[in-house]
């Protein structure tokens, strides 16, 4: 396997945002500390003081370092949050962003002796941390549920705890966690990320109500996976040469096979299983390159897939320009959207992209694969962004397209995303489709307006305040109005329910526009029935 190094938000910013968006915190190294000299436990994510972490908006602004050495002295023995240090005039303002990766020592906690907080305390000592750094560390940084509790297990027998019991995560909290463990390569990736690996189990014994593991590091899931990112992407911080390294990598083939025997909770395998293959694959692009180069593709088809959803953006920006070279995109696009297309936030390597997908033009897979990422949490602007791919990529009467466009047309996107969803599928439906008309029929329904708070012009003295009207948005209304004409022009107008919706239309709806939209379409109808 090729050992280059690869490459992954070398700005920190994509992890930032990864953070924000799934209620991440961050923990300060002068609180964790204060835990281990005052011989504390660890606390859950839900417990830890609010002063004690960072996290929402106020992680994006805040500065980190792409370098785990600090750049200043430690005079004397006392700790930072003492306020007993002397810094030189070459401190750095920027914080350090320590990932830990460590073997739980019980199911219930994973350091219910605290030994593992103490053997933390002194790495980040033996490293010159302090109160400007900051640590993630699974237990405080994600939400958990409190096993321990002691209405946990009495209320198990019957039916469980309440939603909304302190000792419970939220529904919302659990989507969170979930997600932020599906990414978590991005966390171990970072060029922000500093990550020390523990792999020393300790000997808890076998204290009563815990479910002791003892199982050695590199036997577990998390602890291999979290070594291999962090080895593939040079984020280890450790400093000593005390580390065990896995002597074999299995292929993905054999380590989806294996994966569920290494994880205690049996939901992590499938993340897992995704971020080893994305990662193995990615590893070895410069393989790939060379078989495309030399037109001998073969059997790498399933390696440049994995490669090309590396979280190494260059890696797959690279085999995009071979794979364009060697004329072999078509069975790589549906790949190529799914991962490059409103994923960066800058588009970065946008136009190199769409000349791609430009080349195998009207290919029905990858305008589906564009279609399924408006079913996701898409902001506006990669809406946006994803409508205009479709409308470059679908041609007249692309069978993949109107469904997806329809979905936008029903969800909660703003007027203007849903102005431009029903514009490209003026452009790309088919006459006679009848799914669509039947999305158009129930979009068009006519529906109550909504009163709304407008705000007047500069106020001038003694002008009132705001007052409520009835209003509607502009690109609602224009939209609106297309999607109508569509109706008139794809419709079979022998098609009575149509007819019927229509006149229901021109006579219940209260916009003018949309009311004589409906009697062109009619019109139009009754010329193509006669």
């Excluded at 003081?49 to 600090?70: N, Q, V, W, Y």
């Excluded at 962004?385 to 007249?396: F, Y």
Aim: hydrophobic share 40%; with cysteine; proline share 5%.
């Amino acid at each position: 396997m090729s050992q280059r190094p690869l490459k992954f938000d070398e700005s920190g910013d994509l992890l930032k945002a990864f953070l924000v968006d799934n209620d991440i915190a961050l923990i300060r190294v002068d609180y964790i500390l204060s835990l281990a000299a005052s011989d504390q436990l660890l606390p859950r994510r839900q417990d830890v003081p609010e002063e004690c972490l960072l996290s929402g908006p106020a992680i994006k602004t805040h500065e980190f370092s792409t370098d785990k050495r600090c750049d200043w002295v430690k005079f004397g023995d006392s700790h930072g949050w003492k306020d007993d240090w002397s810094l030189t005039p070459r401190r750095q303002q920027s914080s350090r962003l320590f990932v830990i990766s460590h073997p739980w020592h019980t199911a219930e906690h994973p350091d219910p002796k605290g030994s593992r907080l103490k053997e933390l305390a002194k790495k980040l000592e033996a490293m010159h941390a302090d109160y400007h750094d900051f640590i993630f560390i699974d237990w405080a940084s994600l939400y958990q549920t409190d096993v321990l509790h002691e209405d946990y297990n009495c209320k198990k027998k019957s039916g469980g705890l309440p939603e909304g019991h302190r000792a419970l995560r939220s529904s919302e909290q659990e989507r969170k966690v979930r997600n932020a463990i599906e990414g978590m390569d991005r966390v171990l990736a970072s060029g922000i990320s500093h990550v020390i690996a523990m792999q020393r189990v300790h000997d808890v014994g076998e204290a009563q109500g815990l479910t002791v593991n003892k199982r050695p590091c590199l036997e577990r899931g998390w602890c291999q996976l979290e070594l291999y990112i962090a080895t593939a992407f040079e984020r280890l911080a450790n400093d000593d040469d005390s580390l065990s390294m896995p002597e074999d990598l299995p292929h993905p083939t054999e380590y989806r096979k294996k994966a569920p025997n290494y994880f205690s909770n049996k939901s992590d395998a499938q993340p897992a299983i995704e971020m080893y293959t994305r990662c193995y694959y990615a590893m070895q692009y410069p393989d790939y390159l060379r078989a495309l180069r030399n037109n001998t593709v073969g059997g790498h088809a399933d390696g440049i897939k994995g490669a090309l959803r590396s979280l190494d953006y260059g890696v797959g920006l690279q085999l995009i320009d071979a794979l364009l070279a060697a004329d072999v995109v078509k069975p790589f696009a549906a790949d190529i959207v799914q991962n490059f297309i409103g994923t960066h936030p800058d588009n970065r390597g946008y136009d190199k992209v769409m000349a791609a997908l430009l080349s195998v033009k009207g290919d029905a897979d990858a305008v589906a694969a564009l279609c399924a990422k408006l079913d996701s949490q898409a902001s506006s602007k990669e809406a946006e962004l994803v409508l205009d791919t479709i409308g470059e990529m679908a041609d007249k009467g692309c069978t993949t397209a109107g469904p997806g466009l329809l979905r936008a047309l029903e969800s909660d996107y703003p007027p203007w995303v849903k102005q431009r969803a029903v514009l490209i599928l003026a452009k790309t439906v088919a006459p006679g489709d009848a799914d669509t008309v039947a999305g158009l029929l129930q979009l068009l329904a006519p529906k109550e307006d909504k009163e709304v708070a407008v705000k007047p012009f500069p106020k001038a003295k003694g002008q009132p305040g705001p007052k409520k009207v009835f209003t509607d948005d502009i690109a609602e209304v224009s939209m609106r109005c297309l999607a109508t004409e569509i109706l008139g022009e794809i419709a079979d107008p022998n098609d009575q329910a149509v007819f019927a919706g229509l006149q229901r239309l021109r006579a219940d709806n209260k916009q003018a526009a949309v009311t004589a939209a409906a009697t062109t379409a009619l019109q139009k109808l009754w010329k193509r029935k006669s």
